[in-house]
């Protein structure tokens, strides 16, 4: 039985996660409006292929086309009652291409429903997760990886939810904006600091950030984070730069150089697994590979 991810991180070791899902979903062919996880089960072969080119570069990691695979999100396309059969293709599909070997990461997004707003009852919530987490459990998935979230109560009950159904690792990342006060914190008001607090009280294994910062933000989120614990280890998927709009098309403008030229020092901030989110190609996941294997 290979070690856990835990278990590679006290040995020392950074490891390297995957980039983007939906931009190469896009370039094969996902229409606007479209259910991106219901590929897993009517295009599967084009999901495996993006995969299979994570792994390709040196992933030790990649995770599954499952982000919007909550029953909430679903039911946006009337398919709430296939949320076991889309979640649990989705963890074959990249079990498949990571074979015994790499890590798979089962995706859980945010529902879009607000507790404070009184939009979905707590049970609701955590029954939504559940669901969403077992299914990935089943399908192979050895960890689960919680993110873009931004609000602690919606986090700290998909973590509960994943650690009381399934034996997985359990990964939690928010997305934190910076602003004009010089401090980072995500769209409800959350810092880096009472992120990790909460996360490890409910359970996580592993806490971290992504998207909304290149890879240059993400080293003071992560010293951030180091600040207020020491031990948890922190994964950051950056995006490659911050968006930018050309032509009327949106362009993330980090090169795989460029993104690489801050892993290391990403590293020393604290950061035990480095990967990509918006705009990132298995070409920035190769470069990351180079930097943080020599």
């Known amino acids: 039985m290979k070690p856990t991810l835990n278990q590679l991180i006290t ?54 086309n499952s982000f919007g695979g909550n029953y909430f999100k679903l039911k946006n396309f009337g398919l709430e009652d296939r949320v076991y059969e889309i979640n649990k293709r989705a963890a074959e599909l990249s079990r498949e291409a990571a074979g015994t070997d790499k890590y798979v990461l089962g995706s859980i997004g945010p529902t879009g429903k607000i507790l404070m707003m009184g939009d979905v009852t ?19 998935a050895d960890a689960l990886v919680i993110e873009t979230m931004t609000a602690i109560d919606e986090a700290e009950i998909a973590v509960r939810a994943a650690r009381e159904n399934t034996p997985c690792e359990v990964i939690c990342t928010m997305t934190f904006d910076y602003l004009t006060t010089g401090e980072y914190r995500t769209m409800m008001g959350v810092s880096p600091a009472e992120m990790v607090t909460a996360l490890t009280a409910a359970g996580a294994h592993i806490v971290g950030a992504n998207c909304s910062n290149g890879i240059e933000g993400m080293i003071r989120i992560t010293e951030e984070i180091r600040l207020e614990n020491q031990e948890i280890p922190i994964l950051i998927h950056a995006n490659a730069g911050m968006p930018e709009l050309h032509d009327n098309c949106t362009i993330f403008p980090e090169s795989p150089e460029m993104m690489a ?12 697994i480095i990967g990509g989110c918006c705009g990132t190609t298995p070409a920035h996941i190769h470069k990351l590979v180079e930097v943080l294997n020599k």
């Open 11 to 64: 040995e020392g070791k950074t490891l390297v996660s995957d980039g983007a899902w939906g931009t190469f979903l896009q370039a094969k062919g996902l229409k606007p409006g479209e259910c991106p996880e219901l590929w897993n089960i009517e295009n599967p072969e084009a999901v495996l292929d993006i995969a299979r080119g994570y792994i390709a570069v040196g992933a030790d990691m990649i995770e599954t």
């Open 261 to 272: 030229g801050f892993a290391q020092k990403l590293a020393k901030a604290g950061a035990n």
């Open 122 to 140: 707590e049970e609701e919530l955590y029954d939504a997760f559940k669901e969403q987490a077992v299914a990935l459990y089943d399908g192979g």
